[in-house]
């Protein structure tokens, strides 16, 4: 089955930096890529996603990359803020009956004034 | 904005007892997950529901889990004879489409077994 890998598991910024999360997937099939924000004590928010046919997608600060060929994509914020820092969770899709979900191990961003 | 609730925030209860965590779906939704979060660990995938079935689960859910609409609006998960490793946080989800669609979520069931 799918298998979602994520790195860093920690990353610490100041305000302002860039901060770049990387997932890698092991099944060729999966088409949808979802980002999520995790806020203590709360569920997970969606971000960002991406599906299989577009390679880039962009949303103010944050943008998601994809590389089918390599099988990884990436989370990439600019400008980060302290209100930015939380747990990501990249997940992706399965190809076995409906549609679930197999997140990465999280990261969790500290974003210093 | 509409979103998925979720009751209870917290439940305690003892090894052996049956909870039941409840979860009300935004209203044009017609997918729903449970999910499960163990502290400090990854979102794992337990169940998917469908036209008042289910459609795949995980080797998580075993027979002491069972998932029910009874009503059209309201989602439930029951664990029978709770133990200890299921203390975790609970998500329910839901989405409109079954492929590549934006999965939302609540904002969780923290359980807790002593």
């Known amino acids: 089955g799918e298998n979602v890998e994520q790195h860093p598991s920690t990353l610490s910024v100041q305000e302002g930096d860039s901060a770049v999360i990387k997932c890698t997937y092991s099944?060729?099939?999966?088409?949808?890529f979802p980002w999520y924000k995790q806020e203590l004590g709360k569920g997970p928010q969606l971000i960002i996603d991406i599906r299989s046919n577009v390679g880039e997608k962009k949303d103010q600060r944050i943008a998601v990359t994809l590389n089918k060929t390599a099988k990884h994509f990436s989370l990439h914020i600019t400008e980060t803020q302290p209100e930015d820092s939380a747990v990501y969770f990249c997940a992706a899709d399965t190809t076995t009956g409906f549609q679930k979900l197999v997140f990465g191990t999280g990261t969790r961003l500290l974003v210093s004034p | 904005e509409p979103e998925v609730t979720q009751t209870p925030s917290h439940q305690v209860t003892q090894m052996g007892q049956e909870v039941i965590l409840r979860c009300v779906p935004i209203?044009?939704?017609?997918?729903f997950y449970w999910y499960r979060q163990i502290l400090g660990q990854k979102v794992e995938f337990l169940v998917s529901f469908y036209n008042n079935e289910i459609s795949e689960k995980s080797e998580i859910f075993d027979d002491q889990f069972s998932v029910e609409r009874p009503d059209g609006s309201n989602f439930t998960l029951k664990i029978r004879s709770t133990k200890l490793e299921d203390s975790a946080m609970y998500f329910c989800?839901?989405?409109?489409?079954?492929?590549?669609?934006?999965?939302?979520f609540g904002p969780g069931t923290r359980l807790l077994v002593l």
């Open positions: 209203s044009n939704h017609l997918y």
């Open positions: 099944d060729s099939a999966s088409n949808y």
């Open positions: 989800a839901g989405g409109r489409g079954a492929y590549q669609e934006t999965q939302y």
